[in-house]
Each structure stands twice: as structure tokens, then as C-alpha cells.
């Protein structure tokens, strides 16, 4: 049976989604701010013959034609652009950090929303990128230079026990907690990512996903901003967490705009009922837009 059909109650179009599901997924590039413009991409892309479309929610997007690959352009190997899932663009939207401010990405590696984060930036004020897997942050570190990011820390920690304690023990203004998921929505690139799917993976790493998300609220700022987001469909990786965040921390979920079809967080499960206020988390299905599956969700520390 295929593990997806769990969610078969929750999506409008049962059909519709398991054939997006099947389909391949389109190469999409994100503008690097820090050193082009989309203008200037549009430029270079048909001076290089790469065939493109805009996407049409997010101007700084390029979907590439049938067969392009995103790193086989000179505007890739200059840094100009980044290979990058297009909901994957959404956390960073979400979390709308402003230049000057003090930024964690907690589980950074390898890199393709830190460098959204420190372009919106405008590659001013701190921004942490953090991971716990050495390999993959030898990718983050050179994802950033190819990007020309320049206000980034990189540091390798369990993101459940983040230490304030090398930046003066100053709590974070915004953290990103894009969490390590089962990767159900990223089924269009990777066809095998659901091969050894079982409801007790799901289960074990929604433990590690509390652990980041509850650490992530105790070091940013009251007042400050949390945004989570999962690549998977599962409510026990995403609405569960949540529930459970809201439940031991004085923090709640915020509204904020989005340019794409999604519809709301769910208020119940298999039996287990969540806060009315979850509607304002978004889930991202890829017959919506023609994407991968998201979930993305914004809350503001009180103070």
C-alpha cells in the first residue's frame, strides 16, 4: 500500500494528488539578491540559450526547460543563482528577516534557505547556520562563498541544545527551524524517498522535531519569530508538533500571506484534535501549484 494514502481524507482531490505525486518535478532556480537581479537573470539565461519561465508567485523563481539542469549554467557557477525547490522559497518568506537583525537557521545545511535568508538580509547583521552533520556543512560553507554571503556564522550542534553562549549569550531576533522530516513531499525528485517508510520513523523523528522546535522558542526573543517547516504530509511531523509547542511554551501561531495555493494546518487526526489556531499554519500539496509537499508555519514568541 502506498504510505500516501493515509492522507487520502485530507486532501480534496485524492486522484489529483497521487498523479502530481508520480510526476516529475520541474528544476527551479532562485535569484541569489546578493549578486543579480531576476532582470539580469533573464538576461544572462537567454544569452547562455537556457529555456525558462518565470514562476509567477515569486518574481526572483525561474523554472527551467525540460532537461536543464541548474548547475550547468554560468549564472549557477557564479553564484547568481541557487538550485532550490520552489516551496522550499516559502520558510524564508515566512520568517521575512530584515538586514541588521540577528538570524539562526538551526538546521542549515546545505544551504539553499540560508542563502535566501542572507540575501533578504541584504548579507547584513548575523545570521547562524547551524547543522549537526559535518559533511553536509561543507556544502553549507560552500554554497554560502559561491553566493558571496558574508554575514554568516556557521557552527555544528545539535540543534536540541543550542548554545547561546558564543554570540554573548544574546537570544536570536527570528530562527528558522526547517527540521530534518520522512521527506514525503520531496517523492517527485527523489521516487524511492518513501522505500523504507514506517510509521514508527515517523513517530521516533517527531521526538527530534519538538526537541529543535522547543529549543528554537527558548532562544529567540520575546516578541521574536519562529517559523517551522517540514518537506513532509504527516500532522504527527507538523500540526502534532505544533500542538505540542503551543502547549509547553508561551508562544502562538501567527497569519501571513501566501501567493500560492495551500490550504489550511488541520484542527484534527486520527481522533487527536489540535487549536483552532493551527489553520494559520499552511500545507502545500503538489497538485496545487505543481511543487513538491510542504508545511510551513510562523509563531511569535510572547513578550
Known amino acids: 500500500m502506498n504510505p500516501l494514502s493515509r492522507y487520502d481524507p485530507i486532501v480534496e482531490d485524492p486522484a489529483a494528488f497521487h498523479d502530481a505525486c508520480e510526476r516529475p518535478l520541474p528544476s527551479v532556480v532562485r535569484v541569489n539578491g546578493i549578486k543579480a537581479t531576476p532582470d539580469r537573470i533573464r538576461r544572462a539565461f537567454e544569452s547562455a540559450g537556457v529555456e525558462f519561465d518565470p514562476v509567477g508567485w515569486h518574481e526572483g523563481l525561474f523554472r527551467l526547460g525540460e ?73 553549507l560553507r560552500s554554497n554560502a562563498e559561491r553566493c558571496g554571503v558574508t554575514n554568516l556564522a556557521v557552527t555544528r550542534a545539535d540543534a536540541r541544545n543550542f548554545s547561546l553562549k558564543p554570540f554573548d549569550g544574546q537570544p536570536f531576533d527570528r530562527t528558522l527551524v526547517d527540521v530534518p522530516c520522512s521527506c514525503e513531499g520531496t517523492i517527485r525528485k527523489n521516487p524511492d524517498a518513501l522505500d523504507n517508510w514506517s510509521l514508527d520513523h515517523v513517530e521516533g523523528i517527531a521526538g527530534v522535531q519538538k526537541g529543535v522546535l522547543e529549543r528554537s522558542i527558548e532562544i529567540t526573543r520575546p516578541g521574536g519569530t519562529v517559523v517551522y517547516s517540514t518537506c513532509t504530509f504527516a500532522p504527527e511531523e507538523n500540526e502534532a508538533i505544533l500542538q505540542h509547542a503551543l502547549e509547553n511554551h508561551d508562544c502562538r501561531l501567527l497569519e501571513y500571506e501566501l501567493p500560492l495555493e495551500y490550504v489550511p494546518g488541520l484542527t484534527e487526526w486520527n481522533g487527536e484534535s489540535f487549536d483552532d489556531s493551527m489553520r494559520r499554519a499552511k500545507r502545500i500539496y503538489p497538485h496545487h501549484n505543481d511543487t513538491g509537499g510542504f508545511f510551513c508555519a510562523k509563531l511569535e514568541v510572547a513578550g
Open 67 to 139: 532537461g536543464e539542469s541548474p548547475g550547468n549554467s554560468w549564472p549557477f557557477v557564479h553564484g547568481w543563482v541557487y538550485g532550490q525547490e520552489e516551496v522550499s522559497a516559502v520558510p524564508a518568506l515566512a520568517l521575512n528577516p530584515d538586514p541588521g537583525e540577528r538570524v539562526l537557521d538551526c538546521c542549515a545545511a546545505p544551504g539553499s534557505k540560508t542563502t535566501q535568508l542572507a540575501a533578504r538580509m541584504d548579507d547584513r547583521g548575523l545570521l547562524v547556520g547551524n547543522d549537526n552533520n559535518l559533511g553536509r556543512l561543507s556544502a
